[in-house]
C-alpha cells in the first residue's frame, strides 16, 4: 500500500496542490494535524482533506481556529490569521475538524500524534532527549508527527540504545539518498514536514511517501508557486511576515 503523508498544510492551497500533484497515485492519505491557520484558503484545504484523507489528526493552529484553545498561547501574528481562519469556515468543515483528535492509533504498527505521544499538541520533538523520553510512551513501531514543520526522523535501534536522529539529503533528485528502510527490528519517529509552511530553510512543500510492502519511507519536496499564495493572502490583509517567511522556509 502507497499512503501519503502530509502535515502542517496551513491554508496553503497552492502548495497541497503542487503535492497532491507530485505525489501522483496512492492508496490512501494520512494528515498529521494543521490543516489550517496561518494561510489563505482554509476551506479549500480542509475540502481537499475530507475527499481524500483516510485517516487524520488535529493540530494546536487547527484547535485555536475552532476557539478550542486559548489565542492568546499564540503570537500576534499567528493569533491574527488563526481568528481569521476560523471566521472563513464553513459549518461541514468547522465541524469534521472539530471531531478530530490530536492523536490516534492506526494499527498495532502505526501511531499519529502532532507533537508527541508525550504531548500531542504543543511538544516540538527536534531533540535526542525528547525523543528518547517519547519512545517510552507508546508501543508502536512508528509514529508520525508534525508540528516542527522540519523533516527529519528518529531511530532507536533496541530499547537500550541512544536515538539517532536523521535528515533527509535533498540535493540529489531522484531522492535516491532519502529511502528509510523500515523493514528492520528499529523504532521510529518520522516528521514528513510541512506542506504550507517549511521551517527548514527549504521552501519547497514537503511530504513524505509509505511503502507497507517494500517497508520504505521516502522524504519527498516539490516546489509550488509561493507567489500566488502570498498574493492571496494580500488579498485578505493577514500578516506580512507569514507572507514574507514562504520565500525563505524559515
Known amino acids: 500500500m502507497r499512503i501519503l503523508l502530509v502535515s502542517d498544510i496551513h491554508s496553503n492551497l497552492a502548495a497541497l ?34 475527499h481524500h484523507a483516510n485517516v487524520a489528526i488535529s493540530g494546536n493552529h487547527d ?26 469556515l464553513t459549518p461541514a468543515n468547522h465541524a469534521w475538524l472539530a471531531n478530530l483528535a490530536p492523536r490516534t492509533d492506526v494499527d498495532a504498527r502505526y501511531m499519529l500524534a502532532h507533537g508527541s505521544p508525550r504531548e500531542p499538541v504543543w511538544e516540538y520533538l527536534l531533540s535526542v532527549e525528547a525523543a528518547q523520553a517519547n519512545f517510552e510512551l507508546f508501543s508502536h513501531t512508528i509514529c508520525f508527527i508534525g508540528h516542527s514543520h522540519v523533516q527529519l526522523g528518529f531511530r532507536q535501534r533496541n530499547p537500550y540504545d541512544r536515538v539517532e536522529r536523521f535528515l533527509p539529503d535533498m540535493h540529489h533528485q531522484p531522492p535516491r539518498d532519502n529511502v528509510v528502510d523500515l523493514s528492520g527490528s528499529c523504532r521510529f519517529f518520522i516528521n514528513p514536514g510541512s506542506v504550507g509552511q517549511p521551517r527548514d530553510q527549504d521552501k519547497r512543500a514537503a511530504y513524505a511517501l509509505l511503502d507497507t510492502d517494500a517497508a520504505t519511507l521516502t522524504f519527498m519536496r516539490v516546489e509550488y508557486d509561493i507567489e500566488r499564495t502570498q498574493r492571496q493572502m494580500v488579498e485578505h490583509n493577514l500578516p506580512t511576515a507569514l507572507i514574507r517567511r514562504l520565500d525563505y522556509g524559515m
Open 63 to 88: 484547535l485555536a481556529c475552532l476557539g478550542q484553545i486559548d489565542l492568546r498561547d499564540f503570537n500576534p501574528d499567528a493569533r491574527n490569521a488563526n481568528l481569521w481562519n476560523g471566521e472563513q
Open 17 to 50: 496542490e503542487a503535492v497532491l500533484l507530485d505525489a501522483g497515485s496512492f492508496d490512501q492519505l494520512w494528515c498529521l494535524g494543521d490543516t489550517i491557520g496561518y494561510g489563505p484558503c482554509p476551506n479549500e484545504c480542509v475540502d481537499l482533506m475530507r
